[in-house]
């Protein structure tokens, strides 16, 4: 047995206003004193100018505004890269990603492809980056995905929707400032919450589960139950509480793997377009099979917030199209191993599979 060794955000600062230091924390990262900056923002905040007026530019630094209604391409991080290097004299002295998993997980992959040849279809998998990436910062605006403290950034290239899953991927400096979520949408607020508590379900309930995972993954899931159930809580606290358990869940899954939900939504992503939070909603509701509990309270946290889920997005698809996402949600091995142990085939057979996508 040999256990892996995972790097982790050496850098976090946390507090309500914080983003106010932005500077401070970047100017000493400055190379060659004047090399830019180079802010990935997302396009929800262009003309808003409580946020953007406290993005500190100088030099040739500059913000790239990015809308977040698709999930990162690999062709879109191919296409950042290369304005990059055609638009900046020399070598980014940082990228600073700001907004939600997408945003975040786009200044991942320019980081990385600036500094590696080739595209970022090549990179997909596992540990197949070669060179430490440009420094990167992150920067949540919405709280659950966990991908300011990933190992990974998930991409949909030509052939997969898989990540870059690599040490040089996780974000050298993070800022957590709840105050940047204030503004978030109530039903985006869940579903990307959500992400957060099925996280949790996933790695507490699955067969890789070991006490470093545990002891995040229970912390996570006991903010979940405080902010989504209890309802005691104050604006601030609650968003604070959900930048944390979002944190606490994504460490949770570090050392395990999601689970049923993950590797279905996935295919939903690929074939639909489904977005994260969303899907992985769509589809965990129609879990209580593998996850009785925590459907179970999934549901009460539904009916508490008076969320309407999408139904029957999968009612006009052809057998073409249910081979095409069985394929893409069966190819995530780990993630089925993890959910239903190492006899997963017997059990989630394609015809398994499809009984519940026609479900959704
Ligand atoms: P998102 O980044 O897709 O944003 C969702 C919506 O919220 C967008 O419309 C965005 O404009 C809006 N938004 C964000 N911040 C806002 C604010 N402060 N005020 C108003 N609107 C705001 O959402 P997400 O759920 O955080 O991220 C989903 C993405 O994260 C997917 O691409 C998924 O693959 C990825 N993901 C990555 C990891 C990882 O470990 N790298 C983990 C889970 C999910
Ligand atoms: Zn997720």
Redesign the pocket.
Known sequence: MSYKNFPMVPRVIFGRGSFNQLNDILEPKRLNSKAPFIFLV????KNNAW?TSRIPLAYDDRIIYI???E??KTSQVDELVEDIILTTKERPSGIIGI???????LA?AVSIMLTNEGEAKDYQGWDLVKNEAVYHVGI?????????????????GPEK?L?INSDY?PFDQVVLDSE??????KE?WF??GM?CYI?CIESLEGSYLNAFSQSYGEKAFDLCKEIFLDNNLSEVESQEKLMMASWHG?MS?AYSQVGVAHAMSYGL?YLLGT???IGNCIVFDHLEEFYPEGVKLFKEMKAKHNIKLPQGICADLTDADFDIMIKVSLGMAPLWENALGKNWKNIMTPEKLKSLYQKM
Do not use: C, M, N
Request: net charge negative; charged share 20%.
């Open positions: 997302d396009d929800v905040f946020l809308s977040a209604a999930e990162p907004g939600g998993g997408t945003l975040l997980d991942k949540p605006t919405i709280s659950g995905t966990g991908a300011e403290v990933s190992r990974t950034t998930v991409l949909t929707k990540g991927t940047l979520t204030q503004d978030v949408p985006q579903y990307t992400d996280h994504g899954i992503a977005k994260h939070g």
